[in-house]
């Protein structure tokens, strides 16, 4: 198992929270068998588009690319065009064969060796380095299927936080953009992920929740992506 981070008692006290974003397996080929994958690639292109604005990095993945294909073209367009066209490459948004998304974010590959290189979107941020840098990582999650992929995300950072003895990253589960071919499916993984301690909110709601009014300066532009995706 990979080596579990905490707090390194000879750094200096810890003060500040960050957040992130975790779009998993946001891939094309999930779309026919999911009945509300329009739900899913709306609340990656919200993301997308206000993280930019709030300088929160984004961690994404796909499970086994090579066999099922990469994330659907309109939420790479999305980040290309918020972010650039480098954005997007062969090594972005990363391969994994693991259903959660953890392991492959903090470790080499296979091994259990930390992973300190730069792996966000755009290669700007190193998730090993924030959560020895910060006292809690808020980690927004969406993407499919909530009962596989999401739910053992959920699972994997809790057992990473119970491991390092602190709750270092916080799950929140945008329940619009957690979807699984069943309905039932997705009822009993919401349900699992809050008994584990997720934060269960929708897209929106963090966000609105996360200005607090209209006088915040990310408001107007928030507001306009969210519109422009109704």
């Known amino acids: 198992p990979e ?12 003060d500040f929270e960050r957040t992130v ?8 080929c999930f779309r026919p068998s999911i009945k509300d994958f329009d739900q899913v690639t709306r609340s990656s292109k919200i993301l997308i588009e206000s993280a930019k604005k709030f300088n929160w990095p984004i961690f994404a993945t796909e499970q086994v690319p090579n066999k099922l294909g990469r994330t659907t073209e309109e939420v790479l367009e999305c980040m290309k065009e918020t972010h650039g066209i480098s954005a997007v490459n062969d090594q972005f948004p990363i391969a994994k064969s693991d259903f959660g998304m953890l392991r492959v974010l903090l470790t080499n590959n296979d091994s259990s060796e930390l992973n300190t290189q730069p792996n966000s979107l755009c290669g700007k941020e190193s998730l090993v380095k924030m959560m020895y840098d910060a006292d809690e990582i808020r980690v927004l999650l969406v993407g499919v299927e909530a009962h596989v992929c999401v739910y053992q995300t ?5 057992e990473h936080n119970e ?13 619009d953009g ?3 071919q069943r309905s039932v499916d997705r009822e009993v993984a919401l349900e ?7 934060t269960m909110t929708t897209t929106e709601m963090f966000l609105f929740e ?4 209209a006088d915040h300066e ?13």
């Open 210 to 213: 996360e200005m607090g009014g």
């Open 178 to 180: 957690v979807q699984s």
């Open 192 to 198: 699992k992920m809050k008994e584990l301690g997720a």
């Open 218 to 230: 990310n408001f107007r532009d928030v507001a306009k992506t969210v519109r422009k995706y109704k």
């Open 154 to 158: 959920v699972k994997q950072i809790v």
């Open 21 to 28: 974003v975790f779009l998993c397996d946001v891939q094309e």
């Open 163 to 175: 491991k390092a003895g602190q709750n270092i990253l916080k799950p929140f589960v945008l329940c």
């Open 3 to 14: 080596q579990a981070i905490s707090e390194d008692p000879k750094r200096n006290p810890k």
